[in-house]
């Protein structure tokens, strides 16, 4: 019978059945959307590096975050990206999450095409961003120095030359649109002419008269402009500018954004790409205010025992390490060379596995320090397995150290006079390395003439009258 009034006129319940359904679906369309632009970034799977990437995109919007940007923060994720890190985006990140299927790269038989790039057409899904009125397509290893809201004001297409003659897409502004993508897609099809088969080469294969563009000024009033504009240097500035005079020195437009192209291991993000380039600091500091380091420190700190734990075995077992195996009576020229290569190769172990141990995002200061006390502890091994001086094994380590204070060294004129400085120094080290490494040589050697190296089982080492080395 409520059905039929219902059908016959509006009655106050209907009314307000008709009013939260209404309410609802604002709700549902304010949760999607809460602001007219986007900051945006892609995330797929498939290289070695896909845990760094994550972190790097997650300290990204972090400090996007932290900066209180006037839009909304957006992640296009493949649909193969781990669900738990789509939870972490969404929930404690405060993105929100695309997911689309990886666009197909039809370059990937061309003879200068890095796989490290063969998904990167991923990008273009931002013009499908199409509930935003200007989206800002963003790489992972972008660092924020202040807002950059204005870059909203452009145009349809924007982007930052870094190299004289090709745009970096690395940065970018675009208005989205359906017709676009479908165009973008539709040249993917056709096989467009793409230098690299990248992203960076199909888009600017599209887009080729960016370069006679007039720069992007934002006008003062807050209103968008139209067509195509090239963007001011400084909202994309090569983290190699900083390394010549050690300071920014970019006139052009406002300081705001901060890229690191170039050698995939030194982004800054690894622990080792500090002090090599001192920028990495920069982004840690970032990352230390926004995402910290929760995830890596359990891991920190069993390594960090694990090492102690070496050093004090080693201590303890010291008279015994070397009894492990049978001496031969035989000393041939083969068993010789087979104990010292055993000998030098377990020094450069002590030196190399550390290095890989580590986990790879951690801040650099904590790096290094968990990798020279590896170096140390299992440096430790070898010196007491092949009774070694202790000197000609941790001169490597000395001067490593010694090279991180170099390189750290804060009060450098120009990137040109720390170079020079890392080069004397290192030119400095090589005749002691040289002479450690003979030093080393010589000791396996009169341990090996003597036939205390390596006693028999069971046999007192004592007994064929060897003064130790130590």
Avoid at 45 to 73: H, I, N
Avoid at 311 to 337: D, G, H, T, W
Wanted: proline share 7%; charged share 15%; aromatic share 14%.
């Amino acid at each position: 019978m409520g059905g039929k009034v219902c059908g016959r006129k509006v009655v106050p319940g209907c009314l307000i059945g008709w009013l939260v359904l209404n309410i609802a679906a604002v709700s549902v369309v304010c949760e999607r959307r809460v602001h007219k632009n986007a900051y945006a970034t892609m995330m797929y799977m498939g290289t070695p590096r896909d845990y760094e990437f994550y972190v790097a995109t997650r300290v990204m919007l972090r400090s996007l975050g932290e900066l209180k940007v006037d839009a909304d923060l957006v992640v296009i994720a493949s649909m193969d990206v781990p669900h738990h890190w789509v939870q972490a985006l969404e929930k404690e990140d405060g993105a929100k999450v695309m997911r689309v299927n990886n666009i197909q790269n039809p370059y990937s038989s061309q003879s200068n095409f890095d796989w490290r790039f063969k998904l990167t057409l991923n990008k273009l899904y931002a013009w499908n961003l199409v509930d935003y009125e200007r989206v800002v397509m963003l790489d992972a290893d972008n660092l924020f120095l202040q807002r950059a809201d204005e870059l909203f004001q452009c145009g349809q297409f924007c982007a930052v030359f870094i190299n004289p003659c090709i745009f970096h897409t690395g940065l970018f502004v675009l208005q989205p649109s359906v017709m676009v993508f479908n165009d973008m897609i539709h040249e993917l099809e056709k096989g467009r002419s793409n230098p690299d088969g990248a992203d960076q080469g199909f888009i600017g294969s599209y887009f080729p008269d960016l370069l006679d563009r007039p720069m992007f000024n934002p006008p003062s009033n807050g209103t968008k402009l139209e067509g195509t504009y090239r963007l001011p240097l400084g909202y994309q500035m090569d983290a190699s500018y900083y390394y010549l005079r050690l300071r920014w020195s970019v006139p052009c437009g406002p300081n705001s954004v901060v890229t690191f192209p170039g050698a995939p291991w030194l982004k800054p993000w690894y622990w080792w790409s500090w002090p090599v380039l001192p920028l990495g600091l920069q982004w840690h500091k970032q990352r230390l205010q926004t995402l910290g380091y929760g995830a890596e420190m359990p891991m920190v700190f069993i390594e960090a025992v694990f090492y102690i734990g070496i050093m004090a075995v080693a201590r303890v077992a010291r008279p015994n390490l070397s009894k492990l195996c049978y001496r031969r009576e035989e000393k041939s020229i083969f068993v010789q060379m087979g104990y010292k290569l055993i000998a030098i190769w377990s020094i450069l172990a002590a030196y190399i596995v550390p290095f890989f141990l580590i986990p790879h995002t951690i801040h650099p200061l904590i790096g290094w320090s968990l990798y020279l006390l590896g170096a140390f502890s299992l440096s430790c091994i070898a010196t007491n397995a092949f009774l070694l001086p202790v000197l000609p094994i941790l001169v490597p380590w000395i001067e490593i150290l010694g090279t991180l204070v170099v390189m750290a060294y804060p009060w450098y004129p120009n990137g040109v006079v720390r170079a020079l400085s890392v080069f004397a120094y290192s030119f400095c080290c090589s005749p002691i390395l040289w002479m450690s490494f003979s030093k080393i040589m010589s000791s396996l050697q009169i341990s090996l003439e003597r036939e205390v190296f390596l006693p028999r089982l069971g046999e007192n080492a004592s007994a064929s009258g060897f003064n130790k080395l130590y």
